[in-house]
């Protein structure tokens, strides 16, 4: 895990830096309707498999998630890292593996942090168990 935000003994194997990426149904909404009122609405809108997601979430408003600290997935806590900044590969399409200027274009402009783009938060899980497709998410914190 990041060391900037790793607690003692957090680690990861074949992640980019953290063990999940959750995102939300409701936030690509929220970025397609952005980017469908920019400068080059003919890019979206985009579909999640850009952000790579590891858990996507529906049933929430626009970036709901920029406020959860804590969160449980069917058997197992996490501790929300810190959001994800993103980079030029979001800007690809997988299907033609041609590249735009979006969503970067968009995000420059709407969810700029610092100096990151932001779309989704990185999990780092507090317990062990089991995350199945459908369990219910709640928030903890």
């Not at 529906?58 to 980079?87: H, N, P, Q, S």
Request: glycine share 12%; aromatic share 6%.
């Amino acid at each position: 895990v990041d060391p900037e935000f790793a607690r003692p003994g957090e680690t990861v194997s074949f992640a980019d830096g953290y063990p999940l990426l959750l995102t939300t149904l409701g936030s690509l909404d929220a970025l397609n309707s952005l980017i469908a009122h920019g400068d080059h609405p003919e890019e979206g809108p985009l579909p999640m498999s850009r952000f790579r997601p590891n858990v996507v979430v529906d049933g929430t408003e626009g970036w709901a998630e920029d406020g959860w600290r804590r969160v449980a997935i069917g058997e197992v806590t996490f501790r929300v890292a810190k959001m994800c900044g993103r980079c030029v590969v979001t800007t690809t399409d997988q299907d033609t593996a041609q590249r735009g200027r979006e969503p970067l274009r968009t995000l420059a402009r709407h969810r700029r942090f610092g100096d990151k783009l932001v779309f989704g938060q990185n999990l780092v899980p507090e317990s062990g168990g089991t995350v199945r497709i459908g369990d219910p998410v709640r928030v903890l914190e």
